[in-house]
């Protein structure tokens, strides 16, 4: 899962009105509508869940599961018909996990962000408990679906693995994030059960030996999102100078780890990992360097934003890296599909004029 606190920084422009002087009754100087004028509509439930987001989620848990499998094997028809429900299920983790944390921070949203579909109103608490509960519970469905198309006990392992994965997105929204090491590592935590459910629930291994890809993948990716996640807690005041190494340091180590994985190592990868490896690597210095030189508070979520969005590229990496070559090309444009469509989510609404002004 995304760090649904650095998440939810991606819709606070989005969520609000702009300013602007003198109006009408019901209408909001300039003839923007007010916040508590405007009606529950799917556009606040799209940014409470930040929907497009989710498509990281589910390119993780494809990822896991197919640097498992020889790339030449054929597919059965059920074994595809459970990754497409796992990753389904993964968005609705990723959708849960939004909706939770913001019901969870509802009282300091209402400070901060007052303008967000919850805070604002145009979202109930009631509503948003319910959304995230049942999201949950279709996490659940989904992955114990996805085990019964396979058959031998598999709905076992997905339920199995549904319930970690809940468990890590209630600790973290619930409990750990008020922390930030705790916060941090339960994040990655959240991350790397997601990765490896599809895996998991497919049994895509005959034995220890064969979950190396995928633990390894499992370890880069909760790395990568740990030493992210202890940034974007500095988002709001300067960092001390461990904190901000620790980051800068961190979110580069993955990128590292794979190109060593193409040389030498328990997991070998493919050279081509090194095309999804050192965009990652450039990514995560760029933005070290940006955060030494300005500070984490002038940069804010842009630090943030850019290492999200990068994620992709370490799931393109694994996958050439084990010779998925299509699904490389796959994850690729849906990270692109994702971020067009999450632009045009988060852009601030247009203006709506009053009829009679």
């Given at each position: 899962m995304v760090n649904p606190g650095m998440?939810?920084?991606?819709?606070?422009?989005?969520?609000?009105?702009?300013?602007?002087?003198?109006?009408?009754?019901?209408?909001?100087?300039?003839?923007?509508?007010r916040a508590e004028e405007d009606p529950i509509v799917v556009r606040d439930l799209l940014l409470l869940t930040r929907a497009p987001l989710a498509l990281s989620a589910a390119a993780n848990v494809v990822t896991g599961a197919l640097v498992l499998r020889d790339p030449a094997a054929p597919w059965r028809a059920?074994?595809?018909?459970?990754?497409?429900?796992?990753?389904?299920?993964?968005?609705?983790?990723?959708?849960?996990?939004?909706?939770?944390?913001?019901?969870?921070?509802?009282?300091r949203d209402r400070a901060l962000y007052?303008?967000?579909?919850?805070?604002?109103?145009?979202?109930?608490?009631?509503?948003?408990?319910?959304?995230?509960?049942?999201?949950?519970?279709?996490?659940?469905?989904l992955a114990t679906l996805a085990g019964a198309a396979l058959g031998q006990g598999a709905a076992a392992r997905g339920a199995l693995g549904a319930v970690a994965l809940a468990a890590c997105i209630l600790a973290y929204d619930?409990?750990?994030k008020a922390e930030r090491l705790p916060g941090a590592l339960a994040m990655g935590a959240c991350r790397a059960a997601n990765a490896l459910l599809g895996a998991f629930v497919l049994g895509a291994w005959e034995g220890p030996r064969e979950l190396g890809p995928a633990l390894l993948y499992a370890l880069l990716l909760g790395m990568y999102v740990v030493y992210l996640t202890v940034l974007s807690f500095y988002e709001d005041e300067d960092a001390p100078p461990d904190a901000v190494a620790t980051g800068c340091l961190g979110t580069t180590l993955p990128p590292a780890l794979v190109a060593l994985a193409t040389l030498a190592g328990p997991v070998r990868l493919?050279?081509?990992?090194?095309v999804g490896a050192?965009?990652?690597?450039?990514?995560?210095?760029?933005?070290?360097?940006?955060?030494?030189e300005q500070g984490t508070r002038a940069r804010g979520e842009r630090t943030t934003r850019a290492l999200l969005r990068a994620i992709y590229l370490?799931?393109?990496?694994?996958?050439?890296g084990t010779r998925h070559w299509v699904a490389a090309g796959a994850v690729a444009l849906a990270g692109l599909v994702a971020m067009a469509a999450a632009r045009l989510l988060f852009a601030p609404p247009p203006a709506r004029l009053d009829d009679a002004g």
């Open positions: 998440a939810s920084r991606e819709y606070s422009s989005a969520a609000g009105r702009a300013p602007a002087a003198g109006g009408a009754a019901g209408v909001a100087p300039g003839g923007y509508l059920e074994e595809a018909g459970a990754l497409a429900l796992l990753a389904l299920a993964s968005c609705c983790a990723y959708w849960a996990g939004m909706v939770l944390n913001d019901r969870f921070d509802l009282e007052p303008d967000r579909p919850l805070p604002a109103g145009r979202v109930s608490p009631v509503t948003a408990s319910l959304l995230g509960g049942g999201l949950l519970v279709a996490l659940l469905a619930g409990l750990l493919h050279p081509l990992a090194l050192l965009p990652l690597a450039l990514v995560a210095l760029a933005q070290g360097f940006a955060v030494i370490l799931d393109v990496a694994l996958l050439l």
